[in-house]
């Protein structure tokens, strides 16, 4: 996006948390070394991502001994150099969340999911965002909190409906 595009770096954060469709979600792995992997996101009507990730995954076994994850996030580049597009990383903890609040809107963003979607071994996982850390362009880098970056009403995955 461009600098017009844009006025704030809350604005640009939230668009890149509402527009992103996949993200690198870095939870700590064995002997306390990050552990990166892609995973499909969708936003909530707050901007909290939420993501369906199988139990036989290493990053779900990693996230039920700590939940403290990051996820970066980026937009859609224009330019052949993925580094000229924005990218946010949030911060918080995730907590597992019931199908029936999320199922259809992660759907919508990614129909392909359907075929797996209802399997016993994949869950839905909501992102508290605690706060987050937006690169917009070379020099125009932004900390943020997650007041900053949700909607009014915010996330409350703990009384939205978690399994636990």
């Given at each position: 996006?461009?600098?017009?595009?844009?006025?704030?770096?809350?604005?640009?954060?939230?668009?890149?948390?509402?527009?992103?469709?996949?993200?690198?979600?870095?939870?700590?792995?064995?002997?306390?070394?990050?552990?990166?992997?892609?995973?499909?996101?969708?936003?909530?009507?707050?901007?909290?991502?939420?993501?369906?990730?199988?139990?036989?995954?290493?990053?779900?076994?990693?996230?039920?001994?700590?939940?403290?994850?990051?996820?970066?996030?980026?937009e859609k580049s224009k330019d052949q150099d993925p580094l000229q597009?924005?990218?946010?990383?949030?911060?918080?903890?995730?907590?597992?969340?019931?199908?029936?609040?999320?199922?259809?809107?992660?759907?919508?963003?990614?129909?392909?999911?359907?075929?797996?979607?209802?399997?016993?071994?994949?869950?839905?996982?909501?992102?508290?965002?605690?706060?987050?850390?937006?690169?917009?362009?070379?020099?125009?880098?932004?900390?943020?909190?997650?007041?900053?970056?949700?909607?009014?009403?915010?996330?409350?995955?703990?009384?939205?409906?978690?399994?636990?």
């Open positions: 996006m461009s600098e017009d595009d844009f006025q704030s770096p809350k604005a640009h954060a939230r668009f890149i948390l509402r527009e992103a469709l996949f993200g690198s979600l870095a939870t700590e792995g064995e002997g306390g070394y990050p552990f990166a992997s892609l995973v499909g996101v969708a936003a909530m009507p707050s901007g909290a991502p939420v993501m369906l990730l199988s139990n036989l995954a290493k990053h779900t076994h990693n996230i039920r001994k700590d939940p403290r994850v990051s996820l970066l996030l980026t597009a924005g990218r946010l990383t949030v911060t918080g903890e995730v907590v597992e969340v019931g199908k029936d609040e999320v199922r259809a809107r992660y759907l919508v963003r990614h129909p392909e999911a359907s075929k797996y979607v209802d399997f016993a071994d994949f869950g839905f996982w909501g992102l508290a965002i605690e706060r987050g850390h937006l690169v917009a362009t070379f020099g125009r880098i932004s900390d943020l909190t997650a007041a900053d970056l949700l909607l009014s009403g915010g996330q409350n995955w703990s009384a939205a409906g978690s399994r636990g």
